[in-house]
């Protein structure tokens, strides 16, 4: 459908708190037209108000073969069928954050893109974040030493969402921070969550272990905190980096550290300790809006028949972890993530095995939301 010289057709299906931001920059990338589509009326409108716009429709079937590509900013659980309806249609998909709520059909998304060679992203935003950049560039110098724990907070009096909990709504961010700075992914998952003020949890905590890098992370996301923190702090052998999102300096490395006299291995409790206290150094972040970052490389991806750093793969690696987790709340153990490669399990079929197998058999894949998925 698209010329060379044609602008590409983007239609964004979600236009509420997060699709609105979307339009705004999409219609500030030069090749790029919008389209709207929402059920809802007004915030189309909203939209329409302020940005120029090619067509404006309250479903994705009334414009879906003038589009070229869409980006889904509804919530989580309609982002399968909404994706799957667009690449079965040939148009290529920005699927928000989490890609769906269930491993299956996040394969099912992958395995549908390939095959029509088509580009599926997840929009992992704090991958495009330069000063997550910066975080990386800094525990990856080799005067950081081995990263010995990560911990990770996102808390807020957040607006509670109606189809997922808060381990949904918000950890996908520090999961994807996490597997992007450590160039790896968990292999198990403990969680547990408190349903304080909902019938769903509204504060979680995860601890995550990175087998190959014999790592620990531990993640607290909450939608009932008075203070906003977006907070991440890794701890080196040497040094030692905080990354807050809320501060001016939003990357400080320490050069602080602890250790047994005369040893450099594990702290033995009878062994002095000895305390290094060095400069505070907050290199400089040259910061660009993390979203335009993002819509400019789904846009190359496409242009270019490339994979976009957060393709499908990488939204699939979120969503399993937060399958293990739910697993992990609810019996209470640790889950071993099951990434979907696992030859020994038909992922097309899901129902062939029910989410208790999976436990008893260590593999966790199923979300609770994944029930209701299908629904757009
Ligand atoms: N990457 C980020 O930093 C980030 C930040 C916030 C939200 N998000 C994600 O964005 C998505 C949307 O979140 P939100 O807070 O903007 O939600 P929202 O409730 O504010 O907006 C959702 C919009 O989708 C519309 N909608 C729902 N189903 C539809 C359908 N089938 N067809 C057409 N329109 C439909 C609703 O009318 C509404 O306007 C979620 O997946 C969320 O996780 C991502």
Excluded at 140 to 151: A, D, M, Q, S
Excluded at 227 to 254: F, H, L, S
Aim: hydrophobic share 40%; aromatic share 6%; glycine share 6%.
């Amino acid at each position: 459908m698209n010329g060379a010289t044609q602008p590409l057709q983007i239609g964004v299906v979600g236009c509420g708190y997060w699709g609105s931001k979307h339009v705004r920059v999409l219609a500030s990338i030069p090749g790029i037209e919008v389209s709207l589509i929402d059920r809802d009326e007004t915030q189309r409108n909203a939209m329409a108000n302020s940005y120029p716009v090619k067509y404006s429709a309250a479903s994705l079937e009334e414009v879906l073969d003038k589009l070229d590509a869409i980006v889904i900013a509804t919530p989580p659980t309609s982002h399968y069928a909404l994706a799957k309806q667009a690449l079965q249609a040939g148009v290529h998909a920005l699927v928000e954050k989490p890609l769906t709520t269930n491993v299956e059909r996040a394969v099912e998304l992958l395995e549908l893109a390939d095959r029509r060679g088509l580009c599926l992203m997840v929009g992992h935003t704090f991958e495009f974040n330069p000063a997550v950049w910066s975080l990386a560039d800094a525990i990856n110098e080799p005067e950081f030493g081995k990263v010995r724990y990560i911990n990770s907070a996102r808390l807020n009096l957040g607006l509670y969402q109606q189809d997922v909990d808060v381990l949904w709504d918000l950890a996908p961010h520090d999961i994807s921070i996490l597997n992007y700075i450590l160039g790896s992914r968990p292999s198990s998952v403990s969680s547990w969550g408190l349903k304080l003020m909902a019938d769903r949890s509204d504060v979680a905590y995860l601890s995550l272990r990175y087998d190959e890098l014999d790592v620990s992370a531990n993640i607290h996301v909450s939608w009932l905190d008075p203070m906003k923190v977006r907070r991440t702090t890794v701890v080196g052998e040497n040094r030692m980096a905080v990354y807050d999102d809320m501060a001016e300096e939003r990357i400080r490395i320490y050069e602080k550290g602890v250790k047994a006299e005369g040893q450099s291995g594990t702290v033995q409790a009878e062994v002095p300790m000895s305390y290094r206290h060095g400069p505070i150094v907050s290199p400089f972040v040259d910061f660009k809006e993390p979203l335009r970052l993002e819509l400019e490389a789904f846009k190359t991806a496409i242009e270019t028949n490339s994979r976009p750093a957060t393709d499908g793969r990488s939204g699939l690696d979120v969503v399993a972890v937060l399958c293990a987790a739910e697993v992990s709340d609810r019996t209470g153990q640790w889950v071993p993530v099951s990434y979907g490669d696992e030859p020994s399990i038909d992922l097309r079929e899901p129902d062939a095995c029910s989410v208790d197998d999976r436990v008893l058999s260590g593999v966790a894949q199923t979300s609770a939301f994944g029930v209701n998925e299908g629904a757009i």
